[in-house]
């Protein structure tokens, strides 16, 4: 009897020695696994820190990436349409303001096309008169595509494609005389555009062998554009070229005051 109590009380104290240790071992493991979470967490925290280096990042201005979204589709209808990816690059980037200018937000009307005739979807704008009637297109080659048929179909530019491909400067000129624009300063706006960005190498990028590069004058585009340095407002450049901050804002597709540094704003240059 006394020998059956002793072989239950260590079997008992088995039991219990065993189950201790089941339990420590969880509780070790807990901690592990909480620090784990903590330190990931830590991490992530870092990486979403404004300043951390991990996520920084150069500027980049609303022209450059203009530029970037659209120099294939530019490239495009060179191919197609026979005009420069230059010009037309810098045609967009003028008359949309780098894609930020109502018509091209709302509209995906980079070039600023009227309706003439049109029986797609349209959108009102102020512009030589108060709600005039421009062409509204479900995606923004739509509107490359329209711009490129615009000039190609009319007898009117039928010198331009006289032209070198890899002449932008007589392009912008022609432009000008054909009666595309009523600005005087059109011709140098997009020459000086095209020269700030080397916009010239994707028409040597479409030519290859064929392309003749065109002498650049890197002061013409000193006076019409401004690149946003620390401390700049919009108020403070206004002042500095005797523009109004209304005029500022239209040229560059701009509805608020915020700028970034390095930014480059358009200026006019008359």
């Known amino acids: 009897m006394i020998r059956t109590q002793k072989i239950v009380l260590v079997s008992v104290l088995g039991l219990a020695i065993f189950s201790c240790g089941s339990r420590k071992k969880v509780i070790e493991r807990n901690p592990e696994a909480t620090k784990e979470t903590v330190d ?11 300043d951390s280096p991990k996520i920084a990042s150069p ?3 609303n ?5 970037s979204v659209y120099k294939d589709i530019a490239k495009d209808k060179m191919r197609t349409h026979n005009i420069p990816a230059s010009i037309t690059l810098a045609q967009g980037i003028l008359e949309s303001g780098s894609g930020k200018g109502r018509l091209a937000v709302k509209a995906n009307n980079h070039f600023g096309i009227k ?12 512009d030589d008169k108060r709600q005039e009637c ?31 491909k890899d002449d932008y400067k007589s392009w912008a000129k022609g432009l000008r005389k054909a009666g595309y624009a009523t600005d005087k300063k059109y011709p140098q706006k997009l020459i000086s555009l095209i020269e700030r960005y080397e916009l010239y190498k994707y028409d040597k990028e479409v ?37 109004t901050v209304k005029k500022l804002q239209d040229i560059n597709g701009l509805e ?9 704003l358009q200026l006019p240059k008359d």
Do not use: M
């Not at 022209?63 to 530029?67: D, E, L, N, Q, S």
């Not at 590069?213 to 002042?239: A, E, F, N, W």
């Open 115 to 126: 309706c003439h005739n049109w029986k797609g979807a349209k959108i009102y704008h102020d």
């Open 134 to 164: 421009f062409r509204k297109y479900s995606n923004s080659s739509d509107s490359f595509r329209d711009h490129s048929e615009f000039l190609a179909n009319r007898k009117r530019y039928a010198n331009l494609f006289k032209l070198r």
């Open 59 to 61: 500027v980049i201005s």
């Open 256 to 264: 608020g005051t915020a700028l970034q540094i390095g930014q480059v």
């Open 207 to 243: 030519l290859g062998k064929r392309y003749r590069k065109v002498k650049t004058d890197p002061d013409s585009y000193r006076d019409i554009t401004h690149k946003v340095i620390k401390g700049d407002t919009l108020y403070s450049i206004s002042k500095r070229y005797n523009i």
């Open 63 to 67: 022209t450059a990436h203009y530029i």
């Open 40 to 50: 990931n967490k830590s991490e992530i925290e870092e990486e979403l820190k404004p």
